[in-house]
Structure formats: C-alpha cells, structure tokens
C-alpha cells in the first residue's frame, strides 16, 4: 500500500525524482507486499510491514550507501532482501537526496547513509547484515564513516543506535537522543565521524575474534604512501581531510589532499578522485607559470585517492584579511601591492588559456614576502571546456549564479569564463579591504547583479571602512552585472598603476537622500552620532519586502509536518518546534503583529491555522522549560496574542494553563532560557487577562532570580547554574539573553506591576535590585569614542569592535539602560544607552539581518530610544538600519525577501524576526518580547 500521509504536500513528478519510489514499489508488488505501508517524507521514505512498527528503543541498526547511480539498483536488491525478511527500513526518498548524502561537505556523521534498516532483534540484524552484503556486492558506495562495515569493502555496515528511543530536552531546549541501558545508565546517541557504542552493547557476531570493537587510540604518527607523516590535520570533511606532512624522502613540508571513494559522486560515474586527479594533472600544467604549489605525488591506499603539493608558506588571504581589518586596514600602498599581484595572478592564469572558477580568499596565499599563489586548483579548467559547474554563491558572478549547480557541462562552459573570473576577483578585492560579507559586492540578488546608481553600496561601506575608498572604481568595474561591460584586467592594472581613470571620491559618491546624521550634539548631555552613513530609507521599499515576506511565511507553512515551518539550511540543533526563537511560536506572532497592524483576511486565516498546529501541540513536550526564548513560555504568549486577535477565548484559556504549568523555579536567571523569559511572560499574560495567579507566578520568578544574584564587589550579576544541563553553564555575562540586563529588563517590569497592585515591599525589592544592575553595567562600560562597549565575561575585556548584537551586545544592554533611565529618571543610564546606539550603527554593514544579533535588534532598540525620549533622530537611524536591510534582500520565486533559505523563517535570526521590525517600524506598537515599565502599570 503505498501512502502519502500528507496528500497536501506537493510532489516533484519528475522521473528523477520518481525513480527510488518507482523502484520500491515494484519489488513490493512482486513479491506480494501490496499492504506494506509505504510513506513518503520530503527526505526519506519509510517502509514497514503490515501490522508490524519498530519494536526496540535501541540496538544494531545497519545502513546501505550506495551513489546516485548506483543507488536504484542498490535499493531494488536490498528491498528484495528486506521485504522476504520482513524488516522495516527507509530510505533516501530521490536521487536529489542521495546527492545530499554523499555530497564533499555533507556531515560526516551521517553521510552515505542511503538505507537505514530496523532489525526486530540481533537475529535478524545477523541474517540481514549478511544477505545485504552478499545483495549488494560489487556495487558502489561511499564508507559510513560512523559505522563499522561487515567486511572491509562492503556497502553495509552497522553501529549500535537509537531506533524509537528517547529524546532529551535539555535545558538549552535542544532535542538530543539518549538511550538508556540495562544497567539504567544514559548514553547520547551521537552520530560522530568515528564508531562509538555504549558500554552495554555486546558484539552481534559472537564468531568473530573476540577484541574491542572500537578503535583504540595510538600515538604513532599516521604515515601516508610509505612516506608521507602527517603532522597536523588542516581540515576535515566529508569528502577527506587535508593535512599537513612530513616528506620522509625529501625532508621538505607538504600538503596532503585526501579524496574518499565515492563521495561526491554523481551520474557520470565521477566522484572526488576524479576531481582530484584532475588537480593534479592541472599542478602539472600550471607548474611553468609558477603561480601554484608543485606537484609532488599522486597515489591510492585502501581505495581512496591523495595528493601530496609542495607547502606554500604563509597565510591564506581570508586570513590575511581578518588580521589586517582587526588592526585598522591595510594601508592604500599595501593594499595597492597586494592587489595588483592579485590580478597580475589571475592575469597570468587566464593568458595561459585557462579559467579559475573558484577564484576566492580561501584559495589564495599570501607568501611572507607578500606574494600570492593559487593554492587550490580543483576547478581550474581550460576556457571552454565543458565541465560540471562549480563555484561559491558569495564570490560567483551572477551569469553563473543564475545558472546553479544543476547545469550542463556545456552550460557551465557557456558562462564560466575569464569574465566570471573577474568578477570573482573583484568580490576577492572588496572581501579583503573589509573583511564584510562579500555579497556586499557580489550581489545579495540570486542571478542579479549588485544594485547600481544611487542604491550602491560601496561608497557608504567606504566612509566606515576607509582601505576601501581607493578601490572602489576598481572593484566596480570588475563587478558589473553585464559579463561584456566589465573591465578587463589590464584596464584594472592601468586603474592600480596610476594610468586610468582617476579614483571615485567616496564621499562624493553619497546619495543625497542618504542617512547622514549630525555629528555634533543636539542638547546637553547627547552622543555625537555615528560616523557610517546610511542608505536613504524609503517607504514603498520596506512595503514590499513586508508584504512578499509575509506572503513567504504562508506560502512556506507545511502544516502537515513535525515542524511547521521548514528549517534554515545551516546546520542548527534539533531544537523544540513550538519555540519562539526558532520555532513556529515566533512566526506566529509576527503574523499576529501583521494581521492587526495590515489586516487582510489571508493574513487572519495564516494566524488561525498556525495557531491552532500549535494550540494542538502545547503540552506534547517531553518537559515544559521556562525561557522566553527556548522554552514555553514565548509559546503561551503567541499563542494567546493569536487568540485574542482570532476571539477564540478557549484557546486563550489554553495558552494560560500552559503558562501556569511552567516551573517558577529553574536553574537559569536568564532570559532565554531561564526565569527572567519565563517571569517576563507571565507579566504579558496577567497584563492582558488580569488573573492574579499570573502576577503571582511572576513575582515567584523574581524572588528566585535576586536569591540567585551574585553581589560580588557590590555588583549585582547573575551566573547560569554550574547545575544547568545546559552549554550556558556557568555562563556570567552582561548582556540581554543570558546576564544582567535581561534579568534588570525583567525586574523593572516586575517592580512597576507591584507597584500597581500595592505590594510595595516587592516593588522596593524588585526596583533596587534593577538599578543595582543597571548601575553595575555603568561601572562595567568602557567608553571609547563615544562607543561604549562591555565585556563578553563578567570581570574580562571590554569588546571594542561594533557589534550589532540584541543578545549579548551593546542593542540589548542599551535597552535595558533607557528603560531604567525612563523609569528613575537617572541620567547616567541614558547617556550610557545613547553611547550602546553609536555602538551598534557604528558598523551595520558587518552584521547579518536578523533580530538576536543582527540589524533588526539595533533597529528595535533606536526606535525604543525615539519611543522613550520623543527624539526623532533616533527613528531616523532606525530608518537607516531598515535601509541597510532592504539593501541585503535576495529574491526567491519572484518575491523580494529578507532572509534566503540558509536563515529560514525562524524569528531568531531568520525572516520572522526582521519582519517584526519592519512591522514596527512602519506601524508603530511597543518592542516585542518585552513589558515596559509604563506597560506594568496599566494592566
């Protein structure tokens, strides 16, 4: 019986994607398994047999790798074996996924895993492991580096894992799998890149020599070819390590290049030795034009492929870069040095009849004495060839961008010219003057070049980022969107050496309706603004980026899945799907914030049906946290906001016995994860119901916070527990998310809420304890050209660099003090909140978009400034910040979007949390997350 559980989900019906479902079902049918049940998921599919589910908590589980070609034929012979033998196993659901699986930067864990089966008992994992291996002999596959094969060579293999058994919340909200013994000892099921196993876990095959089956650590040094002695591993990766060795023959330095058989395989039958191999071939020929490392040996052990190159010594350029931008920039005639060998490589390169394709700072050292070498050849071609496309989206010309990663060889061909090349360079040349994101000359639009004109970026970013003003011509004309319209390289060399046009003045570059604000202080006791420049704000823009992202969230909702939004590309952990920082609570209350500021009724009817995937799931957590952030209670809040606006007063009654389940006593104070969230939600909640259990529950929370403060040197700061399962332990910081402005934020709110119930010993309480933090903060500060700054650590040094960050930067710490200013009327806490916001628009181009540590969190915190001091130069900068984001938008199916698949929809850092701002910004309404002191006396 073959089942989609979600007939609402839209299926690929191309044959690629039909294929391994094509392929199951026929062996299903031949051999009577018409009421196996079969369902198909976006990344695997899963097969059982009637009446049967997986029985075992634990035990030995087997997996079968396979590539994408031989994968069909991998899973006909395996289902042949598994359907007679009856064994429940999925596998991966098309040939898109087993690409995944075996792609050069998959996990190293999981790679390779093509089919996973679920034997009943060790019986059957014996039988199984044997007749699969004999099944699949011959075929082709990538080693599971997590697991043991049955026999050296062998598709199959095994480790000791999970099948139905528990998953942990630990206290940082994250789901981890844990399985428990027979002894009753706990052991974490991590799929590491190496075969680990409980102490209880006894050998399946009891007529193998008896040993233990892990690896036993050694010191003797690894030695590759019979002559190659690795010193230091460079990096590991799915695909094979790099590493640094010893020639024994020659005594000199090499690099050893390692490629895993299999990985990286695709429908031609090529994998990474392939590519490998053509390295090598390519050192061979670039070797006369002494531009790369030399060539030392090529050779095979054990089935896998590596290459042994001359050491380049020196450093590569990214982090050439980083340490030059830490220390200022480089200077214009170092910076001119430096780039001028650059081209002249590339130059070099490109006249010898070849393209690089991969052309940036990663690839590329600088020697000692300044010069620069290629040192990573894998995609250098002859111009014109025809090869599988390769590139990095950050420093890829748009042509090839456009094209993606699917293209023919003879598409890539087309567009993976010396042009590409160029553009590649110019985004190099931005990157290592900067030390920014380079799709600030990229392009943050797939397939679109950078903007131009008045919206161009790069003569701003120059006037905070001063190595940059010389090149800006320069990197413009390697940058255009038009491959033919772009400068050549000697037009670049003639720009370097004084003979072309002359340099752009960067100031004069600015548009006029940039945000440039005054320099000089408005009124006594004000902060000089801050030195970047904004691009101009404009209205229709920030409409649009709201109203294609909101049309995003509900285009993108999928309901029918465990989590309902999709997850953001990036590796993140497994956390709780009904969080507020990267769960579908945060969505939901943008959303709610959306509907009642825009109205509409597809907006309602988003609201609703979110609301109730979560009202459905409220209590189905393995233990309810507290934080506002990743626990429950920023899911009661959401949730309650959404049934108020849907007038489902259940639901909200719902939303607050979730609430009034949280614990009021936790090992964490902060406010994320701990009391301060949970005692802060509570506050919301009794604001909008008037249930006094609610203020209750909150103050129960502040009085475990200040038990839990540390007033060490008259300070009033508060560590995470060193009980906390959490990797927050013993964390003792300033900031917002995990320190002592959250926990101030928090007290504040809960003072002013005793104060309007009449409970005047908690107000005293409760208000001198937020003052003792917000005075603490002052003695911590370091003021520096009118920035202020604060420690990472309780007691460390200060971090000086701009920094953007809501969680543990100057936007949330500042937050805090202008609340504590409005409250007491104290000076001092706002002039240190005005020197947090020239922190944090000091340099907005370095950071990401989102809300925890991005521009959204700064921007909410300049309109918190503008809202509490009437100051309208505040809101202009703000209007800057929303400025800065609309310039990082990408466009995904036609819609201008804020945040692209690798940053998902998460409120965190994703497209929810900047939505928010927008949403404020255009609408108005008080900082989200958050009870204002003027708020807790008016419930």
Same mark, same amino acid.
Not at 282 to 299: N, S, W
Not at 659 to 666: Q, V
């Given at each position: 019986?073959?089942?989609?559980?979600?007939?609402?989900? &839209?299926?690929?019906?191309?044959?690629?994607?039909?294929?391994?479902?094509?392929?199951?079902?026929?062996?299903?049918?031949?051999?009577?398994?018409?009421?196996?049940?079969?369902?198909?998921?976006?990344?695997?599919?899963?097969?059982?047999?009637?009446?049967?589910?997986?029985?075992?908590?634990?035990?030995?589980?087997?997996?079968?790798?396979? /590539?994408?070609?031989?994968?069909?034929?991998?899973?006909?012979?395996?289902?042949?074996?598994?359907?007679?033998?009856?064994?429940?196993?999925?596998?991966?659901?098309?040939?898109?996924?087993?690409?995944?699986?075996?792609?050069?930067?998959?996990?190293?864990?999981?790679?390779?895993?093509?089919?996973?089966?679920?034997?009943?008992?060790?019986?059957?994992?014996?039988?199984?492991?044997?007749?699969?291996?004999?099944?699949?002999?011959?075929?082709?596959?990538?080693?599971?580096?997590?697991?043991?094969?049955?026999? &050296?060579?062998?598709?199959?293999?095994?480790?000791?894992?999970?099948?139905?058994?528990?998953?942990?919340? /630990?206290?940082?909200?994250?789901?981890?799998?844990?399985?428990?013994?027979?002894?009753?000892?706990?052991?974490?099921?991590?799929?590491?890149?190496?075969?680990?196993?409980?102490?209880?876990?006894?050998?399946?095959?009891?007529?193998?020599?008896?040993?233990?089956?892990? *690896?036993?650590?050694?010191? $003797?040094?690894?030695?590759?070819?019979?002559?190659?002695?690795?010193?230091?591993?460079?990096?590991?990766?799915?695909?094979?390590?790099?590493?640094?060795?010893?020639?024994?023959?020659?005594?000199?330095?090499?690099?050893?290049?390692?490629?895993?058989?299999?990985?990286?395989?695709?429908?031609?039958?090529?994998?990474?030795?392939?590519?490998?191999?053509?390295?090598?071939?390519?050192?061979?020929?670039?070797?006369?034009?002494?531009?790369?490392?030399?060539?030392?040996?090529?050779?095979?052990?054990?089935?896998?492929?590596?290459?042994?190159?001359?050491?380049?010594?020196?450093? !590569?350029?990214?982090?050439?870069?980083?340490?030059?931008?830490?220390?200022?920039?480089?200077?214009?005639?170092?910076?001119?040095?430096?780039?001028?060998?650059?081209?002249?490589?590339?130059?070099?390169?490109?006249?010898?009849?070849?393209?690089?394709?991969?052309?940036?700072?990663?690839?590329?050292?600088?020697?000692?004495?300044?010069?620069?070498?290629?040192?990573?050849?894998?995609?250098?071609?002859?111009?014109?060839?025809?090869? *599988?496309?390769?590139?990095?989206?950050?420093?890829?010309?748009?042509?090839?961008?456009?094209?993606?990663?699917?293209?023919?060889?003879?598409?890539?061909?087309?567009?993976?010219?010396?042009?590409?090349?160029?553009?590649?360079?110019?985004?190099?040349?931005?990157?290592?003057?900067?030390?920014?994101? !380079?799709?600030?000359?990229?392009?943050?639009?797939?397939?679109?070049?950078?903007?131009?004109? *008045?919206?161009?970026?790069?003569?701003?970013?120059?006037?905070?980022?001063?190595?940059?003003?010389?090149?800006?011509?320069?990197?413009?004309?390697?940058?255009?969107?038009?491959?033919?319209?772009?400068?050549?390289?000697?037009?670049?060399?003639?720009?370097?050496?004084?003979?072309?046009?002359?340099?752009?003045?960067?100031?004069?570059?600015?548009?006029?309706?940039?945000?440039?604000?005054?320099?000089? !202080?408005?009124?006594?006791?004000?902060?000089?603004?801050?030195?970047?420049?904004?691009?101009?704000?404009?209205?229709?823009?920030?409409?649009?980026?709201?109203?294609?992202?909101? $049309?995003?969230?509900?285009?993108?909702?999928?309901?029918?899945?465990?989590?309902?939004?999709?997850? &953001?590309?990036?590796?993140?952990?497994?956390?709780?799907?009904?969080?507020?920082?990267?769960?579908?609570?945060?969505?939901?209350?943008?959303?709610?914030?959306?509907?009642?500021?825009?109205?509409?009724?597809?907006?309602?009817?988003?609201?609703?049906?979110?609301?109730?995937?979560?009202?459905?799931?409220?209590?189905?957590?393995?233990?309810?946290?507290?934080?506002?952030?990743?626990?429950?209670?920023?899911?009661?809040?959401?949730?309650?906001? *959404?049934?108020?606006?849907?007038?489902?007063?259940?639901?909200?009654?719902?939303?607050?016995?979730?609430?009034?389940?949280?614990?009021?006593?936790?090992?964490?104070?902060?406010? /994320?994860?701990?009391?301060?969230?949970?005692?802060?939600?509570?506050?919301?909640?009794?604001?909008?119901?008037?249930?006094?259990?609610?203020?209750?529950?909150?103050?129960?929370?502040?009085?475990?916070?200040?038990?839990?403060?540390?007033? $060490?040197?008259?300070?009033?700061?508060?560590?995470?527990?060193?009980?906390?399962?959490?990797?927050?332990?013993?964390?003792?910081?300033?900031?917002?998310?995990?320190?002592?402005?959250?926990?101030?934020?928090?007290?504040?709110?809960?003072?002013?809420?005793?104060?309007?119930?009449?409970?005047?010993?908690?107000?005293?309480?409760?208000?001198?304890?937020?003052?003792?933090?917000?005075?603490?903060?002052?003695?911590?500060?370091?003021?520096?050209?009118?920035?202020?700054?604060?420690?990472?650590?309780?007691?460390?040094?200060?971090?000086?660099?701009?920094?953007?960050?809501?969680?543990?930067?100057?936007?949330?710490?500042?937050?805090?003090?202008?609340?504590?200013?409005?409250?007491?009327?104290?000076?001092?806490?706002?002039?240190?909140?005005?020197?947090?916001?020239? $922190?944090?628009?000091?340099?907005?181009?370095?950071?990401?978009?989102?809300?925890?540590?991005?521009?959204?969190?700064?921007?909410?915190?300049?309109?918190?400034?503008?809202?509490?001091?009437?100051?309208?130069?505040?809101?202009?900068?703000?209007?800057?910040?929303?400025?800065?984001?609309?310039?990082?938008?990408?466009?995904?199916?036609?819609?201008?979007?804020?945040?692209?698949?690798?940053?998902?929809?998460?409120?965190?850092?994703?497209?929810?949390?900047?939505?928010?701002?927008?949403?404020?910004?255009?609408?108005?309404?008080?900082?989200?997350?958050?009870?204002?002191?003027?708020?807790?006396?008016? !419930?």
């Amino acid at each position: 019986m073959i089942t989609n559980p979600h007939p609402a989900r &839209p299926r690929d019906e191309s044959a690629d994607s039909l294929l391994l479902l094509d392929v199951a079902r026929a062996v299903l049918e031949r051999r009577g398994g018409r009421r196996w049940t079969v369902q198909p998921s976006d990344a695997w599919c899963y097969v059982r047999p009637p009446g049967l589910a997986v029985r075992r908590a634990h035990g030995w589980k087997i997996h079968v790798s396979a /590539t994408p070609l031989s994968a069909a034929l991998v899973l006909a012979r395996s289902a042949e074996v598994l359907t007679r033998r009856r064994a429940s196993f999925k596998f991966a659901v098309d040939l898109e996924r087993v690409v995944r699986l075996g792609d050069v930067w998959h996990d190293r864990g999981s790679g390779g895993k093509f089919i996973t089966v679920y034997p009943d008992d060790d019986e059957q994992f014996r039988i199984l492991a044997r007749e699969l291996d004999a099944a699949t002999a011959g075929l082709s596959g990538p080693r599971v580096l997590s697991d043991r094969p049955v026999r &050296p060579g062998s598709l199959v293999s095994f480790r000791y894992g999970q099948f139905t058994g528990d998953m942990i919340l /630990t206290d940082d909200g994250v789901l981890e799998p844990w399985m428990t013994g027979p002894d009753g000892s706990r052991f974490k099921d991590e799929r590491s890149a190496g075969f680990v196993l409980p102490s209880w876990a006894i050998c399946p095959f009891p007529d193998e020599p008896a040993g233990p089956m892990t *690896a036993t650590a050694t010191t $003797a040094p690894v030695l590759l070819g019979g002559r190659f002695k690795v010193v230091r591993a460079v990096r590991h990766a799915n695909k094979g390590g790099v590493y640094r060795a010893s020639d024994e023959r020659t005594g000199l330095d090499v690099i050893v290049k390692h490629a895993r058989a299999h990985v990286g395989a695709r429908l031609d039958g090529t994998d990474v030795r392939d590519r490998l191999r053509d390295e090598a071939r390519m050192l061979e020929r670039l070797a006369p034009l002494g531009v790369t490392p030399g060539k030392v040996h090529l050779f095979e052990e054990q089935g896998d492929l590596f290459l042994a190159e001359e050491l380049v010594p020196g450093q !590569p350029l990214h982090l050439w870069q980083s340490a030059r931008v830490r220390d200022g920039g480089p200077g214009v005639d170092e910076a001119t040095a430096l780039i001028s060998r650059l081209v002249t490589l590339v130059r070099t390169v490109h006249e010898a009849g070849f393209v690089i394709r991969d052309l940036k700072p990663h690839n590329v050292m600088v020697t000692p004495a300044g010069d620069v070498r290629l040192i990573d050849t894998e995609y250098v071609i002859e111009a014109g060839r025809e090869s *599988a496309p390769a590139y990095t989206r950050g420093f890829a010309a748009p042509e090839v961008r456009a094209l993606g990663l699917r293209a023919s060889p003879a598409e890539s061909a087309r567009v993976a010219g010396p042009e590409a090349d160029r553009f590649s360079l110019g985004v190099m040349l931005f990157s290592l003057l900067t030390d920014l994101d !380079p799709r600030w000359a990229a392009g943050w639009i797939d397939g679109a070049g950078r903007p131009r004109g *008045a919206r161009d970026p790069l003569p701003l970013i120059a006037l905070t980022h001063p190595p940059l003003a010389p090149f800006v011509e320069v990197i413009d004309g390697l940058t255009m969107a038009d491959p033919g319209a772009r400068w050549t390289l000697p037009q670049a060399v003639d720009r370097l050496t004084g003979h072309g046009t002359r340099p752009r003045e960067a100031g004069a570059a600015v548009p006029a309706s940039a945000s440039v604000p005054a320099t000089t !202080p408005t009124a006594p006791g004000t902060i000089a603004a801050p030195r970047a420049v904004l691009p101009p704000y404009r209205p229709a823009a920030i409409d649009r980026l709201l109203d294609d992202g909101l $049309a995003h969230l509900r285009r993108t909702m999928t309901p029918w899945r465990a989590t309902l939004w999709p997850a &953001p590309e990036r590796n993140v952990p497994h956390t709780d799907p009904c969080n507020t920082w990267n769960g579908a609570a945060g969505v939901l209350a943008t959303l709610t914030h959306a509907a009642r500021a825009r109205g509409g009724a597809s907006l309602l009817t988003t609201v609703a049906e979110a609301a109730r995937w979560l009202d459905e799931r409220l209590f189905d957590a393995p233990r309810l946290l507290p934080g506002l952030c990743f626990g429950r209670s920023g899911t009661a809040w959401a949730l309650l906001d *959404a049934a108020r606006l849907l007038g489902d007063a259940a639901m909200a009654d719902r939303a607050v016995t979730l609430a009034e389940r949280l614990p009021t006593m936790w090992p964490s104070p902060d406010f /994320t994860h701990g009391l301060s969230g949970a005692g802060t939600a509570h506050l919301h909640l009794w604001q909008a119901t008037a249930d006094d259990a609610l203020l209750d529950a909150a103050f129960a929370c502040a009085d475990a916070v200040l038990d839990a403060a540390d007033r $060490a040197d008259g300070d009033w700061t508060w560590p995470t527990s060193h009980a906390t399962d959490s990797a927050l332990a013993g964390a003792h910081t300033y900031g917002f998310a995990h320190g002592t402005a959250g926990v101030g934020a928090f007290l504040l709110a809960a003072a002013a809420a005793a104060e309007v119930r009449g409970r005047a010993a908690e107000a005293e309480r409760f208000t001198a304890a937020a003052r003792g933090a917000g005075e603490t903060l002052v003695r911590a500060a370091r003021v520096e050209d009118g920035r202020a700054a604060w420690p990472a650590e309780v007691g460390g040094k200060p971090q000086l660099r701009p920094s953007t960050q809501w969680c543990n930067g100057p936007a949330g710490i500042g937050g805090f003090l202008i609340r504590l200013w409005s409250a007491t009327g104290l000076r001092q806490f706002a002039d240190l909140a005005e020197r947090a916001a020239v $922190a944090g628009v000091g340099d907005p181009w370095r950071a990401i978009a989102g809300a925890c540590c991005g521009n959204a969190g700064t921007g909410h915190f300049l309109l918190d400034l503008a809202d509490l001091t009437g100051e309208a130069r505040f809101r202009a900068r703000a209007e800057g910040i929303a400025a800065v984001i609309d310039a990082q938008h990408c466009e995904i199916d036609g819609l201008r979007l804020v945040a692209d698949a690798t940053s998902g929809s998460e409120y965190g850092n994703g497209a929810a949390g900047i939505l928010d701002f927008l949403l404020r910004l255009r609408h108005g309404g008080t900082r989200p997350w958050t009870v204002s002191w003027a708020q807790g006396r008016n !419930p």
